[in-house]
């Protein structure tokens, strides 16, 4: 067990957006946009467009041999090359190359292709994190065209955005659209940043670039929502218009950290906190002018036990800070360095006090 969000979000199903290779593969049709309803529009793609790479991976599994056929001598098992197609966006001069973790998860083999140059390259992993569904990759290249990633105070709901990326492996497409929602969650987890957007994001788009119209990097194109009432059986999913990057902020954050150690730590305080509501606080007797996060539930033996919070504590503050939600307490935790003391300024049965608590490592989720 470990802190979550326990307020609900939107039920929403959505997909990845890599896109699978077949043998003898069948390419959907992408959209188009009209130019000439921009203008200005073609000067940004030239520019932006050469940082926004293509990406195939292979991958190899291994099949039993059940022929009874099978020569004498013949290997047990079977050896079998598959793959999928991707985006990435450059961002660093000296090779750096963000993109989707479902993209790269089990590559054998990586290969960056720029379609400005006509040039392919043999990639290295750098590191992955999956909780976020992102990945750093490098090519042993330099003087690179390299996106800036944009401030989170740069962009606004209607604000008009491209999307570039290898939309079903058919080489760069791109699509016109606008952010129609920020900070969009699609879970329970506590680090997701979603921008919403409407530019068309297809199988084969994912890890490329969601750019406003200064050719900054506004966001990372990852998944598109499917309604969920589709029968998958009988229906190819498609794009809704209702679309998702991960934002610019988060993807940074991300890198700098797989850039240092190929792997993201985070900060865990061992506790399953909620936004104290009127509701929350009449039930448990807390005064009206009380705000902050309370303590539903502790990990046995996590940080939070160690450094003596109960449950029904109230939250009221983290390093001097108000906090008024479990949302906004959870972030400000996870992108803290483990090991680090904080202090919390708590509510308790009428109480005022002061604790200090060292936060713990984040566990994988295979470990939660």
Do not use: C, W
Request: no cysteine.
């Amino acid at each position: 067990m470990n802190f979550r969000r326990v307020h609900p979000s939107p039920r929403v199903t959505i997909i990845l957006t890599a896109f699978a290779i077949l043998a003898a593969g069948e390419f959907g049709f992408g959209q188009t946009t009209n130019p000439k309803q921009a203008p200005g529009v073609a000067d940004l793609v030239a520019r932006v467009a050469p940082s926004v790479v293509s990406i195939t991976v292979t991958k190899r599994s291994t099949e039993t041999n059940t022929d009874s056929s099978a020569r004498p001598g013949s290997p047990d098992q079977s050896e079998i090359v598959g793959g999928s197609q991707g985006s990435g966006v450059i961002v660093s001069p000296d090779g750096y190359i963000i993109t989707n973790n479902h993209v790269v998860d089990g590559a054998s083999g990586i290969i960056v292709s720029r379609e400005d140059v006509a040039k392919d390259y043999t990639a290295t992993l750098i590191g992955t994190d999956p909780e976020t569904d992102l990945a750093l990759i490098k090519i042993s290249e330099t003087n690179l065209p390299a996106l800036h990633f944009a401030e989170a105070s740069s962009y606004r709901v209607g604000d008009a955005v491209l999307a570039i990326g290898n939309a079903f492996g058919l080489g760069q497409s791109v699509s016109l659209g606008i952010v129609s929602a920020i900070d969009r969650p699609l879970s329970t987890e506590e680090f997701e940043d979603y921008i919403q957007t409407d530019a068309a994001i297809n199988h084969g788009n994912s890890g490329g670039a969601l750019v406003n119209l200064n050719g900054d990097l506004l966001g990372i194109n990852t998944r598109f929502y499917v309604d969920p009432n589709m029968d998958s059986r009988k229906q190819e999913p498609t794009p809704s218009g209702v679309n998702f990057a991960i934002a610019a902020p988060l993807a940074n954050s991300v890198m700098e950290g797989l850039k240092k150690e190929g792997k993201i730590r985070r900060a865990y305080l061992g506790a399953e906190l909620q936004t104290l509501t009127p509701g929350l606080a009449a039930m448990f007797s807390i005064p009206e002018n009380v705000k902050g996060v309370i303590i539903v539930g502790l990990v046995r033996d996590g940080p939070a036990v160690k450094a003596g919070l109960r449950p029904k504590d109230v939250i009221t503050a983290l390093e001097g800070s108000s906090v008024k939600t479990s949302v906004e307490l959870e972030r400000s935790i996870i992108f803290l360095p483990p090991g680090k003391t904080v202090e919390m300024d708590i509510y308790r049965e009428g109480q005022k006090i002061s604790q200090k608590v060292a936060l713990g490592e984040k566990p994988p989720p295979e470990a939660q």
